[in-house]
């Protein structure tokens, strides 16, 4: 598999990665999380990434891992434990980290991310804004010389303060999802382009929306629901159509869109079974889309450039609605529970 470079860090990582959600009893347990970590190091995948927010996926990785000693570099991240969580409590956030290395089995991570530091007044992570500061960044250097991790990042779902927050120059990663895929572009000239002025690695979560980008939903889309915009309703059918043209399934067309720019350093893809993850590999080892495809894909994600103020973040097809916004989302999204 194609490795990139992260950034100004010394990894060279593998373009697709292993995001953490489903690696966890969310699907197969440790039993389908062994085979499926066995599988991707086979395929040439050497990174995961996973999160104390991500349901008990420390814990059934490090089970999974035990024995095997294969080079992988890990991620995790900072948030949502202990509960009730406080951001401020540097002793807090310490225990949280030896935590994580007690249940990843191991006596290090290469990058411990800050999760969320941006949707405001989910955590307030900060002291300061300018210059920026908090009880985080003062533990990230305090575990950087003990030798607990490698590297510093972010790990969020908007684009302005995440913008800001890679201007402040602490970091060496930024994970950002929901903001750069096949439809959704927000995060090209804003968190991309910053972290790519600042040599940082790029990694892209929820490259295919939650399954709302692979989900043809044509007749609910035609139905116009509450929730969908005109603007929206066009582009998906468009969208849709699109697929048929070029021949390729939705999750093709998402992963190879991701690779097709060269900033992007690894995309964690959310594996529920082998089967997925083998998908994914051949997918991505086609190659960046056709100049053609790529062409028709961007003139449709144009087709409405900013999402609408009152648009979920995920969008529900197949789902009650019960308003806009994360919070009503039911059991597909919980706060501090997205898949990066």
Same mark, same amino acid.
């Given at each position: 598999?194609?490795?990139?470079?992260?950034? =100004?860090?010394?990894?060279?990582?593998?373009?697709?990665?292993?995001?953490?959600?489903?690696?966890?009893?969310?699907?197969?347990?440790?039993?389908?999380?062994?085979?499926?970590?066995?599988?991707?190091?086979?395929?040439?995948? *050497? $990174?995961?990434?996973?999160?104390? $927010?991500?349901?008990?996926? !420390?814990?059934?990785?490090?089970?999974?891992?035990?024995?095997?000693?294969?080079?992988?570099?890990?991620?995790?991240?900072? %948030?949502?434990?202990?509960?009730?969580?406080?951001?401020?409590?540097? *002793?807090?956030?310490?225990?949280?980290?030896?935590?994580?290395?007690?249940?990843?089995?191991?006596?290090?991570?290469?990058?411990?991310?800050?999760?969320?530091?941006?949707?405001?007044?989910?955590?307030?992570?900060?002291?300061?804004?300018?210059?920026?500061?908090?009880?985080?960044? !003062?533990?990230?250097?305090?575990? =950087?010389?003990?030798?607990?991790?490698?590297?510093?990042?972010?790990? &969020?779902?908007? @684009?302005?303060?995440?913008?800001?927050?890679? &201007?402040?120059?602490?970091?060496?990663?930024?994970?950002? #999802?929901?903001?750069?895929?096949?439809?959704?572009?927000?995060?090209?000239?804003?968190?991309?382009? #910053?972290?790519?002025?600042?040599?940082?690695?790029?990694?892209?979560?929820?490259?295919? %929306?939650?399954?709302?980008?692979?989900?043809?939903?044509?007749?609910?889309?035609?139905?116009?629901?509450?929730?969908?915009?005109? #603007?929206?309703?066009?582009?998906?059918?468009?969208?849709?159509?699109?697929?048929?043209?070029?021949?390729?399934?939705?999750?093709?067309?998402?992963?190879?869109?991701?690779?097709?720019?060269?900033?992007?350093?690894?995309?964690?893809?959310?594996? =529920?079974?082998?089967?997925?993850?083998?998908?994914?590999?051949?997918?991505?080892?086609?190659?960046?889309?056709?100049?053609?495809?790529?062409?028709?894909?961007?003139?449709?994600?144009?087709?409405?450039?900013?999402?609408?103020?009152?648009?979920?973040?995920?969008?529900?097809?197949? =789902?009650?609605?019960? &308003?806009?916004?994360?919070?009503?989302? &039911?059991?597909?999204?919980? @706060?501090?529970?997205?898949?990066?």
């Amino acid at each position: 598999m194609e490795t990139r470079r992260l950034g =100004k860090t010394d990894l060279q990582v593998s373009v697709l990665s292993i995001g953490g959600l489903y690696t966890s009893s969310l699907a197969g347990g440790e039993s389908e999380t062994r085979r499926i970590m066995e599988r991707a190091m086979e395929l040439g995948i *050497n $990174a995961l990434d996973t999160a104390p $927010a991500y349901a008990d996926s !420390e814990a059934t990785v490090g089970q999974a891992l035990k024995g095997n000693d294969a080079p992988l570099i890990i991620t995790t991240k900072l %948030g949502g434990r202990p509960q009730p969580f406080n951001p401020q409590d540097i *002793n807090a956030l310490r225990q949280s980290v030896d935590e994580s290395l007690r249940l990843v089995g191991r006596d290090h991570v290469d990058i411990l991310m800050i999760h969320e530091p941006d949707r405001p007044q989910q955590y307030p992570w900060w002291t300061s804004y300018d210059p920026l500061d908090g009880p985080a960044l !003062e533990l990230m250097e305090e575990l =950087k010389t003990a030798g607990k991790i490698r590297y510093q990042g972010l790990a &969020g779902t908007t @684009v302005t303060e995440m913008t800001s927050l890679i &201007g402040s120059n602490r970091f060496d990663a930024v994970l950002t #999802a929901f903001n750069y895929n096949a439809l959704f572009r927000e995060a090209k000239d804003t968190v991309i382009a #910053a972290a790519k002025e600042r040599d940082m690695g790029i990694v892209l979560g929820s490259t295919l %929306g939650q399954g709302f980008l692979t989900r043809r939903a044509e007749e609910e889309v035609r139905a116009k629901p509450i929730w969908l915009s005109e #603007a929206r309703r066009e582009q998906l059918l468009a969208y849709y159509k699109l697929f048929n043209d070029s021949g390729m399934s939705a999750a093709e067309l998402c992963l190879r869109f991701a690779i097709s720019n060269p900033d992007i350093s690894t995309i964690p893809i959310g594996c =529920k079974t082998i089967e997925h993850l083998e998908a994914s590999v051949a997918a991505v080892e086609k190659g960046p889309l056709p100049s053609d495809v790529a062409s028709r894909l961007d003139e449709i994600a144009a087709m409405l450039p900013h999402r609408p103020y009152e648009e979920p973040m995920i969008l529900p097809f197949g =789902k009650s609605y019960q &308003g806009p916004g994360i919070a009503n989302m &039911g059991a597909a999204v919980q @706060v501090g529970k997205l898949e990066l």
